[in-house]
Nanobody, 125 residues
Framework: VQLQASGGGLVQAGGSLRLSCAAS????????VGWFRQAPEKEREFVAA????????YYADSVKDRFTISRDFAKNTVYLQMNSLKPDDTAIYYC???????????????????WGPGTEVTVSS
């Protein structure tokens, strides 16, 4: 499955953005879809993930209660709604998929074997 992330941009602190991860080539069925981010000179970190089948969701503590991951079956797209954005949320955001990761390994980027190009999010103070 080919992934395309979009929706990034420049926003003021406290604002909102919605990122999209669209799949082409096949559906997300049977996949887990994760969002990760990487800020300059920092390690890539887990943000959120969703099991396409069943809809279970997982969040990093740093974004819980501010970000929401969701799916649209008709559009074969996973969204990341980001509210109350902070300058620390500035990063390139990537979506990725895995079929075989067990639940405990969902937050780890090494569990994902398919990555899309990132979309840049900049939050100004």
């Amino acid at each position: 499955v080919q992934l395309q992330a979009s929706g990034g941009g420049l926003v003021q602190a406290g604002g909102s953005l919605r990122l999209s991860c669209a799949a082409s080539g096949r559906t997300f069925r049977t996949y887990k879809v994760g969002w990760f981010r990487q800020a300059p000179e920092k390690e890539r970190e887990f943000v959120a993930a969703l099991k396409w089948d069943g809809g279970a969701t997982y969040y990093a503590d740093s974004v819980k209660d501010r970000f929401t991951i969701s799916r649209d079956f008709a559009k074969n797209t996973v969204y990341l709604q980001m509210n109350s954005l902070k300058p620390d949320d500035t990063a390139i955001y990537y979506c990725a998929t895995t079929r075989h990761a067990i639940t405990s390994s969902i937050p780890y980027s090494r569990s994902y074997d398919n990555w899309g190009p990132g979309t840049e999010v900049t939050v100004s103070s």
